[in-house]
């Protein structure tokens, strides 16, 4: 980026006419487009600037009604990720032998063939289910992903298993759907497992939040270490990473304990509530604190807070997605939120959103396509084969569609697609990982810089950012805006979608893939809109729909609780069309009809025998305010926010080990050990130590080198066990994040 | 002096550490690798278990009475009568360091050239710059949570947020100042 001393400009947050007005007067050319910084679904509306052919800076588009001109840092840093040293700019075709990373440019053209033909070659060999996509978070492409699997016959959608589909899963089969929170109306709000304010700080939760905060509401964040939530909260819960089951059944165990029920709720809308009364008698919060590390007196405390705040709701995070406990621990918290009498009321967990009052995007990922025969082809079913398909189609976890590499359990994949998904820092088990990747007959990755492991891969194929590239258009709540162009490819790049679209045509799918159009595939999207791509485009903030009139409606439990489930057996969610508390479908399947609690694969009151050589407990971080994910580490102006991998640390526990702050330490697991930086951080439980995931990448223009990606490095998935029975929820995968440790000076 | 200055008002209960400003200021005055002419600050509340965290965001105060003008042996810096704000001369500069020395928020910034550089609140008036008593710099307009505001003030509100914000950053710990 070039200086420009003393060059101001007078707003940073801009409507269409101000941009323009800017950008005539500095000879610039501005675009309106979205911000493509961080992770799912990416609406915030920007106003990117041009100067000689050059992406300078965005400003935050005042029209949009997600961010309102808000942009975080990292749509700030934008140019520096499109012109950075770490992109991709040729297909390449590996030559040498795996990890030697020797590859030769080739065409796009020729990659695409070079893929399609083995694609057609393994479905004829071993069956299309031989081919796997990664898909670790919902993306606008995921859907062209699904469409993609089906076509050719595989049901092997790789989710991770720990992000938002565990939660989704978990809520819909106890109260019929996953609630959202009446933040507006809530005197209590708590926080849990959740982290709003790193996870798109220019949208509206974090605005409700202050607001809420600013109108009186009371705050309460549970997790494991301070984090701005608990900046803006007036009560903080250290939990200790993953018993987020075991607070939770203590909580209820106070509230029936005590009575604090909505006795005609549970009466008329709850199934197996006598069941639970005997049952949870086992978790007093003594036994919680135990467990938990909080005081048993907090448990008590927020337990009656919550059940006597009458406007109270919960918002949970994917936090609680990463233990072998988390199904139990999700649908407790949705039980809380039922007996409670906070279901669906003003100010508490409200089931189902208000009408946005603008059509939806007609669908592309083929939901009604999917057979038994496809199930019973899982590779490693995310959620067992009665369950499938779930959220959007059948999915078989992340993690196990790569172990079958190894186990050829029940059969190997044969080729693994990966596109913006980097397996061995976003995944645990890296050993296994890597091991996976070096055995797979064919592994393909796409992205817009140099990734973690392309050289393990036979193709890789160079991205487009979504600057360079004029789809898709994206809609959220009611809005939508195509997406337009800011400059031109800085190299030979297509985007994800263009390539989707010509491999189907390769493969002779091309009736299924608009015969390679990406017009063709927006405009059936938009078709109940009545409108083109090119007809939207022609609003250059987009179409903001009107709201419907008539307010919303409360206690709609008799339609909620009705739901015909997206299983093959379109059996309802809740078979009783009540509240399952006691869940008489997965009775049926063989897990616990009631919630109970299960220890990580390593922990302090699970494993106790393991404490003396490793007497900390170490968890990660999901996001952070710098980067998304795993990405981003070579994003200069980022990177400067958060330089080194720090483990957070207590001053105390730091202290008697002769750590100092920033001085570099050795952690040690009983599955790999990194090489970090110490933070003491005195917002943190004594008892535990946490860092964010994702480190590998360095950065050139900083002088920071990459790390290794196991033993040495600093990327935590190395750390974790991958314990077939102990480190996943035995229904929703959700793996486990947590082990013991010990933290040791680094000597040179 | 005019009797009206222009000043940073920080709002510490809307600010939620997203660290926008930072960046925005960065990449709005393509600022060098290395050198922040704003910075959000981390400070601690309490002790564990009752702690917890706030933060402030900080950049040249433009004070009323400036300690780096009155250490810095050159005449580099200087207070602009108009409108209070304090304006470097690299020219003049020699990179001796003795307004880091002397300012209380730490916040003179030395880039590649070794002179002293820092926020001139978007209003400089160097040749190219627009006007912009209508809107906000980025750092202010790019906030999600408007939690920095810039306005002309009396001197005597200015001095009070001086005072405010010497509040915060002594607060903040040895832990953040890394």
Redesign the interface.
Known sequence: ?????????????LTFD?ARA?AR??GEKVVPTFCAMCGPNPTCGVYAFVKNGRF?????MMESPI???????K???A?QWVYSPDRLKKPLLRKGDKNEGLFQEIPWDEAISIIADRLQQQKKQYGPESLAILAPAHRSYSNLIRRFLVVHGSPNYGHSGICYVQKEFAFTYTIGCQPRCDYKHADLIILWGRQP??SG???GA??SL?AA??RGAKIVAIKPS???D????DI?V?LRPGTDAALALSMLNVIVEENLIDAQFVETWCHGYQQLQEHIRKYPPEWGEQITGVPAGQIREIARLYATTKAATIDLGNGVEHAPSSNDAIRSVAILMAITGHLDRPGGNLLGGGKSGMPRPKTVHLPGSYTQEMIDKLVGPEFPRNFQPFWGGTSSSYYRILNSVLTENPYPIRTIISPGTQPTVSMRGSKRIVEALKKVDFYVVLDVTRTADMNYADIILPVSTPYETDHPFESKGNWIMARNKVIEPLADYKSIYEFFLDLGVQMGYGGDFWHGSIADYQNYQLSPFDLTIERLRKHPTGLTFKTEGTARTYENYSRVFQRRSAALSREPYLPQGKVAIYNTIFEREGFNPLPEWREPPESITGTPELTKKYPLILSDYHTS??YSAAWQRNV???R??QPFPMLHI?PETAAVRGIK??DWIIVESPHGWMKVKA????????DTVMILHGWWQGCR??GFDDTPLLDGGANVNNMYSVDGEKAFDPLITAMSSQTLVEVRKYEC | MSAEQWGFIFKQ??C?????C???C?????????V?WRRVINI?NG???H?????TSISCMHCSEPYCIDVCTTGAISKRDTDGIVLVD?KQCVGCRACYDACPYKVPQFGLDGTMQKC?M???G???????T?????CV?????KALVLKKMPASEKKEMEKAMKVFFNQSD??QH?
């Open positions: 980026m070039t200086k420009q001393p003393g060059q101001a400009f007078k707003n940073c947050a101000e800017m007067k500095n300078t800076r965005v400003a935050g961010n309102k001109g808000g942009v975080c840092p749509g700030h840093a140019p304010i790193y700080p220019a949208m974090v605005r202050v905060k600013q301070v984090e701005p608990v900046g803006v909260g903080w250290p305010k710098a200069p102006y980022l400067e926010l207590h702050n920033n933070e003491l951080y005195p917002g943190i439980r004594p223009e900083l | 209960e809307n939620i550490q997203c660290h926008g930072e960046v925005a960065k990449t709005w005055r393509g600022i060098d690798l290395g922040s601690w002790e564990y278990p702690i917890t965290c706030s933060s690299t001139d978007c209003l400089s160097k040749p190219g710059i627009p006007d912009f209508q809107n906000a710099p980025p307009s790019t906030c999600p949570t040895e832990y890394v």
